[in-house]
């Protein structure tokens, strides 16, 4: 499992022209992808480094700060782009292996007391954010 987490001063997601998920910061915006094999493990493992990882002002983590969290799947973040020019999805997680995942890891945030929005699964997003520092990091579990 994969997380590219950003620390955001704003971030949102839409489907067509309805927007599907928001926050306000300061807060993290999380792109999440499974890969095959990935289960219960990984999402716990995730979900804990997004909530436990100080990187907001002051050390801060999201848990210590009550900040908000956006999380958006992206398969794409399995594209292997090693030969070729076409990307091989053959490491992402399927929709049905995959979905119950990033479920996981929504549910565990919020059972750790944060507010999370997330975008539709599945679905063509766009997505905005106002990347704070910038900051950016890669979560691997």
Known sequence: MRAVIQRVTRASVSVGSEVVGAIDGPGLMVLLGVARGDGPQQAAVVARKIAE???????????DAGAPVL?????????????????????????PEAEPLVEAVVADLRGRGLRVETGCFGAMMEVSLVNDGPFTVLVEA
Not at 71 to 95: E, I, N
């Open 71 to 95: 999380v958006v799947s992206q398969f794409t973040l399995y594209g292997d782009t090693r030969k070729g020019r076409r990307p091989s999805w053959a490491h992402a997680a399927p929709g």
């Open 53 to 63: 990882l100080r990187i907001l002002d002051g050390e801060a983590s999201a848990q």
